[in-house]
């Protein structure tokens, strides 16, 4: 069975995709699907009926709920008199602040305090109406971070398992071509050299790996590139300069560039990142 692949787009200012139902009733009305970003939700009023591969799930109000990176879901049904919010979350937002980058971590739901704290600042988002107002994305963006830190300390879990919707799809040629670019990053790949290595025209690779990964093939080798680049210079004492050579970076400044393209800061300043949130009594 294959499941619809949804792109998400990130918001202009920030790095999340915010729905407010009934406003954005289309993509709700979506059969079983998947993506790559973490799904938030807030039930503000009414409730609704979450379906997932193995179970479903009730939602009231004032409830939230989370769903991982690839989690197959759909919204089977939904209350006349419901209100609440998604949000979309970009794995981008989470990696940095990880011991390995490499690995995309799954979550369980909040319980107790933590699921208190981020309740309200959900339900906090829920009462911004203008999302585009850059008063209030600066906003959004602090308590984004605030959220990330929250399930960062307390709701990771490795032993959760689930159907990835990557899984179902016709993913194989994708996945051969991922993992001669996580073998060979360090190489200079070029399209022609991958296209030859799955069997495909350029043309019609770099058209089919971003139809499966929503990412061109170049800005995928510069993720990749990146992430080994981030993780050298935060726990292995590499230079940014020696990280860029060792990693496949043409020079210094490529490296600098593509971090602060992918995560809003330069390396030296992920690497010199603390988390000082407090945590709520």
């Known amino acids: 069975m294959k499941y619809k692949k949804v792109l998400v787009e990130p918001g202009k200012y920030y790095d999340a995709k915010i729905y407010r139902y009934p406003q954005d009733k289309d993509i709700f009305d979506l059969p079983l699907r998947w993506h790559f970003s973490y799904e938030y939700i807030f039930i503000k009023k009414g409730c609704i009926k979450l379906n997932k591969l193995d179970t479903s799930v009730i939602l009231k109000e004032n409830d939230i709920y989370f769903l991982n990176s690839q989690e197959v879901h759909s919204y089977a049904e939904i209350s006349p008199d419901a209100e609440f919010i998604v949000v979309n979350a970009f794995t981008k937002s989470i990696l940095p602040y990880l011991d390995d980058p490499h690995k995309t971590p799954t979550f369980k739901n909040p319980e107790g305090n933590t699921k208190d ?121 590499y230079t940014v300069k020696s990280a860029a050579m060792k990693n496949g970076f043409p020079n210094v400044n490529s490296l600098i560039g593509t971090c602060k393209a992918e995560y809003g800061h330069t390396p030296i300043e992920i690497k010199n990142f603390r988390v000082s949130f407090k945590c709520d009594n």
């Open 117 to 237: 704290i981020i309740t309200k600042s959900l339900s906090a988002i829920y009462d911004y109406k203008d999302l585009d107002d850059k008063l209030t994305c600066l906003r959004i963006n602090a308590i984004l971070l605030n959220v990330n830190y929250y399930i960062l300390r307390d709701c990771m879990d490795s032993s959760i398992t689930y159907i990835k919707g990557s899984e179902s799809d016709d993913f194989d040629c994708a996945k051969s071509a991922i993992i001669y670019i996580r073998n060979n990053f360090q190489k200079d790949i070029t399209l022609n050299e991958i296209a030859s290595y799955v069997g495909m025209t350029p043309a019609h690779f770099s058209k089919y790996f971003k139809d499966k990964t929503s990412e061109t093939f170049s800005k995928y080798l510069r993720r990749v590139r990146l992430e080994h680049a981030i993780d050298d210079i935060k726990n292995k004492g």
